[in-house]
């Protein structure tokens, strides 16, 4: 299974933008669809979006949509989280992940997790 490497978490001003960054390592790179994910200390871990490998169809939660895009470049077997207006509610340790057969929300279709990047949003 590929490895997978969050990067461009940094602190950021509430209404400000970052780009994060999933590479994927590995010979062979070819998930059904790759997901990113968020965890706040203390909560649960909340689905952000995914988006299908092939097609490049995409599906955000309720508490991005608008303000989050996905995308995905296959040359670089990279995923992006294009996050604009960031609010406080966004910080937490945001994570990507490879679902090797499915579509889905739950973080239980999900391998290959990577290590998290650090997103803080302040006031």
């Known amino acids: 299974q590929a490895q997978l490497v969050e990067s461009g978490g940094e602190l950021v001003q509430v209404g400000g933008s970052l780009r994060l960054s999933c590479a994927a390592s590995g010979r062979t790179f070819s998930p059904y669809a790759v997901g990113w994910f968020r965890q706040a200390p203390g909560n649960l871990r909340e689905f952000i979006s995914n988006?299908?490998?092939?097609?490049?169809?995409?599906a955000y939660a309720d508490s991005v949509k608008g303000r989050f895009t996905i995308s995905r470049d296959h040359a670089k077997n990279t995923v992006y989280l294009q996050m604009n207006n960031l609010k406080s509610e966004d910080t937490a340790v945001y994570y990507c992940?490879?679902?090797?057969?499915?579509?889905?929300?739950?973080?239980?279709?999900?391998?290959?997790w990577g290590q998290g990047t650090q997103v803080t949003v302040s006031s």
């Open positions: 992940a490879a679902a090797p057969k499915y579509l889905s929300t739950s973080g239980d279709a999900y391998d290959s």
């Open positions: 988006i299908r490998w092939s097609t490049g169809d995409a």
